[in-house]
């Protein structure tokens, strides 16, 4: 049993086990998250040219001495035995892992996802279905696109500002649930109304 959650990857060590094209997707999704980002295969695919600026590449078979100080793992190989070795080492060593081909195996799954700046949305079938998981996730695209994070950001300030400014707590309550409703410019009007006023 999964349980959902949010982790922080800002500068965690993160290793990918594999230089094919899953590999590829998972290394470009963790570079969302400014994570420390390793990856160890003898051969990789001409994709990963354009990532060498952001990432390690290490061109050798994989060796444990490469993930023994990760926060996390991916085990991304064609090799089951290889990929059943890695988790079996992370989980002797308390290193989170993923093994992309056996969801039996890891320690947590990386759900189909959108991210636009602090917005997040995720979605997963458990394994049971991954083109439902990427059906919805295109849906979601289309519905939250990228002005969402400017529209996020600010949510944020103005609740900032109402947490501030506003003592009453069913009137907060009232104000935070109204704006979530409003479009951009509606939000950006009543920010700069809320930036002005001082009420109690």
């Known amino acids: 049993m999964f349980y959902p959650m949010m982790i922080n990857l800002?500068?965690?060590?993160?290793?990918?086990?594999?230089?094919?094209?899953?590999?590829?997707?998972?290394?470009?999704?963790?570079?969302?998250?400014?994570?420390?980002?390793?990856?160890?295969?003898?051969?990789?695919?001409?994709k990963f040219e354009s990532l060498k600026d952001k990432i390690t590449i290490i061109e050798d078979e994989y060796k444990k001495e490469y993930i023994k100080d990760s926060f996390l793992v991916v085990a991304s190989t064609s090799n089951k035995e290889l990929n059943e070795d890695i988790a079996i080492y992370c989980r002797e060593n308390n290193i989170l892992c993923n093994v992309v081909d056996d969801i039996n195996l890891s320690d947590f799954i990386v759900p189909s996802s959108i991210k636009r700046g602090d917005l997040v949305i995720s979605v997963s079938t458990m394994g049971k279905s991954p083109s439902l998981s990427s059906k919805?996730?295109?849906?979601?695209?289309?519905?939250?696109?990228?002005?969402?994070?400017?529209?996020?950001?600010?949510?944020?300030?103005?609740?900032?500002?109402?947490?501030?400014?506003?003592?009453?707590?069913?009137?907060?309550?009232?104000?935070?649930?109204?704006?979530?409703?409003?479009?951009?410019?509606?939000?950006?009007?009543?920010?700069?109304?809320?930036?002005?006023?001082?009420?109690?």
């Open 10 to 46: 800002k500068n965690k060590k993160v290793t990918v086990i594999g230089g094919g094209k899953v590999a590829f997707r998972k290394v470009k999704k963790f570079l969302e998250f400014d994570c420390d980002i390793k990856v160890v295969s003898p051969l990789y695919i001409d």
């Open 136 to 200: 919805i996730r295109k849906e979601l695209e289309e519905k939250y696109d990228e002005e969402y994070e400017e529209y996020v950001n600010i949510l944020g300030e103005m609740r900032a500002l109402v947490l501030k400014k506003c003592n009453d707590e069913s009137e907060k309550k009232k104000i935070l649930n109204e704006i979530v409703n409003l479009n951009i410019e509606e939000l950006k009007k009543r920010r700069y109304e809320y930036e002005n006023s001082s009420w109690n």
